[in-house]
């Protein structure tokens, strides 16, 4: 309210409730008629990550007139704002893919969207996307791993990992050998750069931050930390206090810990649609701990996942039900979609 006058901050609010909303419809929308419509949502999301990822190539490459539209500070964007959003995008696609390989075999109809799409993750030098991937992937397959059906399914499961994550180091290798790539990546790879250290780095501000906001019960107010402290607090959580206040903050840090508790629970459950909430409680983790390092409150596809994760946990929880008509199918082959 006290920031009514300020244009950014209203529109930040707007913003807010406006996914907020999105994530209920999705979990309304998948809520009912499940597989066929997370079959749906499947290829469309492959396939928009595709062209994404094609877009970062053209323009990192530079195989186009104009192609430096779809490139930010030299770095891949495709069709994206900023290539720390592009990045992330790109994981759940890329998680649907590799478990399909894992479960069906090296098949061209996955092979060359994951090679696409993980050269597109690759050229967006985003590390915070290349944690997030490294991450859900692990998580993933852990998964897999344990609620495989038999061990000949759990042998294939380390077997193919073992055969992919071979392919995309010698890809990466291959990307590597070419030496604007290989300057840009020296350049990303290092944990801290020389923005995050220091007195007036990232993790100086938070800090700073952390101890203003013991004197701020409702916050600094939307689009106010950057206008207090001179940069972004690159941090959700941190954000969700400042932006929100105490309470806001409180319930953004419990929604996540909530989410990631009952979303534990729910793909321990054997259903036929079990595959698809591993890959995206995958997704979801590995982006809640993203959120530790950069600000995904207004990432679409965050909104997508938190919807998707909910309405798998429901339908979950409504199929343990002793009156609901049980379909115990083991997460093998023929589970996965194809």
């Known amino acids: 309210m006290p920031l009514l006058h300020d244009t950014k901050a209203v529109m930040y609010f707007l913003i807010s409730f406006y996914l907020q909303l999105t994530a209920v419809l999705f979990a309304c929308v998948f809520a009912t008629d499940t597989m ?20 970062g190539i053209v323009g990192y490459f530079q195989l186009v007139p104009g192609a430096d539209l779809l490139l930010l500070n030299g770095r891949a964007r495709g069709t994206f704002k900023d290539p720390n959003v592009f990045g992330p995008f790109l994981v759940l696609p890329l998680l649907f893919l590799i478990q ?6 090296l098949r061209v109809r996955y092979v060359i969207p994951g090679i696409v799409i993980l050269i597109g993750l690759f050229l967006s030098f985003s590390r915070g996307a290349w944690g997030h991937f490294l991450a859900s992937v692990l998580v993933m397959i852990a998964f897999m791993f344990a609620t495989a059906p038999t061990q000949r399914f759990r042998a294939r499961v380390v077997a193919v990992s073992a055969a992919a994550a071979i392919g995309g180091v010698a ?17 990303r790879a290092s944990l801290v750069q020389s923005y995050d250290g220091g007195a007036t780095g990232r993790f100086a501000t ?5 101890l203003g906001l013991l004197d701020h019960p409702i916050g600094y107010g939307p689009e106010q930390f950057a206008k207090i402290f001179g940069q972004a607090p690159h941090n959700t959580y941190i954000n969700s206090f400042a932006a929100y206040g105490w309470l806001g903050g409180l319930m953004y840090l419990a929604l996540a810990l909530i989410t990631a508790v009952m979303g534990f629970r729910a793909t321990l459950v054997r259903t036929p ?28 596809h965050y909104f997508l996942l938190l919807g998707l994760l909910w309405s798998l946990m429901a339908v979950t929880k409504k199929a343990q039900s002793p009156t609901h008509e049980r379909r115990d199918v083991p997460l093998g082959a023929s589970t996965v979609p194809a």
């Open 171 to 187: 890809i990466l290798a291959l990307l590597m050998s070419l030496g604007n790539v290989q300057d840009m990546f020296a350049q």
């Open 100 to 105: 399909a390989t894992l479960s069906r075999g």
């Open 273 to 300: 649609w079990q595959p698809y909430l591993i890959a995206v409680y995958s997704a979801y983790l590995g982006l809640a701990v993203e959120s530790l390092i950069i600000d995904t409150d207004h990432w679409r």
């Open 206 to 210: 938070q800090a700073s931050s952390l």
């Open 36 to 55: 066929r419509r997370l079959a749906t949502l499947r290829i469309a999301y492959i396939c928009a990550a595709m062209i994404a990822s094609i877009a």
